[in-house]
């Protein structure tokens, strides 16, 4: 898109969006241009329609793709200074379906099954603490507080730094990994060359051959690990608002206001994690 793209990337940059984001987004807008070899100033509601009904049709995109591509858009024709090219486009309804939920025991054979220390550490962040997959990845070193037994989890999905529990279980993996890796740099988790963190895809693909290993049938994904953390939470006993506080969500309510863990509640709490080996964890499966 050239000018046209440097202008949007500026923009995306002052809003303050996450990389991760703004990378989705430019993606995104990159493709719908490319997909009529014109430029974006030729283009309008007629060819986003088509390209989105393209995407839904042909490519069987589902619809969280599709509405993250109408964002983009959106985006794009404001940056372009045409958003009435976007007025009459509408979010694409999504079908809500429960995740298949992993049972105490199958967390328990996935992290067993995991032969690579590094994937094993990234699989019990994941599920020992709720993080998102963005969220592990962009851990840095000093983001372990092993004195406090916390983690500090920066720049998340809805820009607010949040502190979790750092359970004894998941300090002795984030240990073992260390001493088996010893990770250049200030990233935790770094991808090849060490500069750039573990790409999300890679996570996708270890933790789906994992379940394969392991004799787990369910579909696996990163984010999977995160709903079993809350419902395990939840299956434990742990009020629903703590768990909404722990995973970052902002209250979908509009009299509910946004509160913190007190430091001491925060200390006091156990992962799921510790729970799967005790009888106490019977209760998951």
């Known amino acids: 898109m050239g000018k046209h793209r440097d202008k949007m990337e500026q923009d995306l940059a002052l809003r303050g969006l996450s990389p991760s984001t ?8 990159d493709a719908f241009v490319a997909h009529f070899e014109r430029s974006a100033d030729e283009l309008g509601t007629e060819q986003v329609r088509s390209w989105l009904l393209w995407l839904l049709k042909v490519r069987k995109r589902d619809a969280s793709t599709v509405n993250v591509a109408i964002a983009s858009l959106r ?3 404001v940056s372009l200074g045409r958003p009435e090219v976007m ?28 032969a690579d ?13 709720g993080l998102r997959v963005s ?44 001493k088996a890796r010893r990770p250049q740099g200030t990233l935790l988790f770094p991808g090849q060359g060490g500069s750039k963190p573990l790409s999300r895809d890679a996570v996708g693909l ?35 608002r703590t768990v909404q506080i722990l995973l970052g969500h902002r209250s979908l309510s509009s009299t509910t206001r946004y509160t913190h863990l007190t430091e001491a509640r925060r200390l006091t709490l156990s992962s799921p994690l510790e729970a799967l080996r005790t009888e106490q964890g019977q209760i998951l499966g």
């Open 117 to 129: 220390i590094k994937h094993r550490a990234i699989f019990t962040l994941l599920y020992g603490a």
């Open 75 to 77: 985006f794009l024709f």
């Open 206 to 240: 270890a933790i789906r051959t994992t379940a394969r290993r392991a004799g787990i049938d369910k579909k696996v994904y990163p984010h999977l690990m995160r709903h079993a953390f809350a419902t395990h939470l939840l299956e434990l006993g742990t009020d629903l």
């Open 87 to 114: 007025h009459d486009i509408r979010g694409v309804r999504r079908q809500h379906r429960a995740p298949d939920i992993l049972s105490g025991g199958e967390v328990e054979r996935l992290l067993a099954a995991s």
């Open 135 to 178: 969220e592990v990845l962009a851990l840095r070193v000093g983001d372990i507080d092993s004195q406090r037994m916390v983690v500090h989890v920066r720049n998340t999905k809805n820009r607010h730094d949040r502190i979790v529990p750092l359970s004894p279980r998941m300090l002795h993996t984030l240990r073992d990994y260390w």
């Open 22 to 29: 703004r990378e989705g987004y430019l993606r995104y807008a």
